[in-house]
């Protein structure tokens, strides 16, 4: 009898997880969509205006595309939005993601505000925009600005880079004409027309303004600065 009992317990489990997923979502304004917002999406979504779900996977298209929760697949939108956990491709002209980022986000505006600065924990990937933001990223920024509150480790390439603690490279395009700003520490290079660290753990800087406030070879030296 416990036996049959736990074996139908399980079935109603199953079958409540199904209920919750389906496998194509179409909305034109949430709450006017088909199926409810509290389902998961499991293949294809179109949002004629805003559409809401949970979590997702699969191909995402619409104007703005809401995901709760997690987002696994490809997105092209207007303003693509995820709340948590994002892993593939969003192209847009806003790429948000509140969790941590793992993939690319191309628009005019991409960012993610996941905040981990732990080695296997950081957002990963690429972000290509005319801003591209995050709190702790791994990886490449390649825009008109770029902005990291936290740490950065790879490469950030735009007229303006702006990092906390940087491990890596801050450059402009074709390795000139940047104003490259770390806040916190740097190992690595720091290469355009102006280049600040608070502290050089390990690099160098090349351009015509070089700034290191704590431990460089001198506060102040054009064309080339560096410490280690």
């Not at 290509?128 to 990291?148: H, K, M, P, Y």
């Not at 355009?192 to 704590?214: C, D, K, P, T, W």
Request: glycine fraction near 14%.
């Amino acid at each position: 009898m416990k036996k049959a009992t736990a074996a139908l317990a399980a079935a109603l489990a199953a079958a409540a997880a199904f209920a919750d997923s389906t496998p194509v979502m179409v909305s034109l304004l949430t709450p006017i969509q088909v199926p409810y917002r509290s389902y998961d999406v499991a293949g294809f979504r179109l949002s004629l205006v805003y559409g809401d779900c949970v979590n997702f996977t699969g191909f995402d298209l619409g104007l703005v595309p809401h995901t709760a929760e997690d987002f696994t697949g490809l997105a092209i939108g207007g303003v693509n939005v995820v709340g948590d956990e994002f892993s593939g491709l969003a192209i847009g002209s806003v790429n948000y993601a509140g969790g941590r980022h793992v993939g690319c986000q191309v628009g005019l505006v991409n960012w993610n505000t996941f905040a981990s600065a732990e080695p296997g924990h950081r957002s990963i990937g690429a972000q290509f925009g005319v801003l591209n933001a995050a709190e702790s990223f791994c990886g490449l920024q390649d825009g008109i600005v770029n902005f990291t509150t936290d740490t950065f480790v790879g490469w950030q390439t735009s007229p303006l880079n702006l990092a906390d603690n940087m491990t890596g490279v801050q450059s402009g395009f074709w390795l000139i004409g940047a104003v490259n700003i770390a806040g916190g520490s740097v190992e690595g290079a720091q290469i355009g027309l102006v280049n600040f660290a608070n502290r050089m753990e390990s690099g160098i800087q090349i351009g015509i303004v070089n700034v290191i406030a704590h431990g460089g070879w001198l506060p102040f030296l054009p064309l080339v600065n560096g410490g280690f």
